[in-house]
């Protein structure tokens, strides 16, 4: 049980978990309020695949940003863009799959918005704590 009781990589894991919803986030709800305010497409298998690909890709871009604090460009896109897939994933689906139980689709509404930020926090935060730990990677530096 030691494994899980590394307080500073639980702070460390969070402020990852952190960097990555913000940069999913603008991605993943940038698509979903483009369909919902300028077009008349409402199928979520049209844009749920759009926003998880866009979210991740922003992700991508905020960490490398971030991460050429500490080395040059093609290290911070490279490292960036090698960060944990799984974690990215888990993520947009849990934001998405969140939003469509909230509200039967995939909308922005005020009432959503910090249940989906939560869910989309807190389902990849272990797996990032784990990894951490046992690899010592951080998306952050």
């Known amino acids: 049980m030691k494994f899980w009781t590394h307080k500073d990589k639980w702070h460390s894991s ?30 979520i298998l049209v844009i749920m695949p759009i926003a998880i690909i866009n979210g991740i890709l922003t992700s991508i871009i905020l960490e490398t940003i971030i991460l050429l604090k500490i080395m040059n460009m093609k290290e911070a896109l490279k490292t960036a863009a090698g960060m944990s897939l799984i974690s990215m994933i888990s993520m947009e689906l849990a934001m998405n799959i ?35 730990v046992k690899f010592n990677k951080s998306c952050c530096g």
Not at 99 to 114: C, F, H, P, Q, R
């Open 98 to 132: 969140t939003d469509i139980i909230l509200e039967g689709s995939l909308v922005i509404t005020l009432k959503s918005v910090i249940p989906v930020l939560v869910v989309g926090f807190i389902v990849p935060w272990p797996y990032n704590y784990w990894r951490l």
């Open 14 to 43: 969070a402020y990852n978990t952190l960097v990555c919803l913000i940069g999913c986030a603008i991605g993943d709800f940038g698509t979903i309020l483009y369909f919902q305010l300028y077009t008349n497409i409402k199928s």
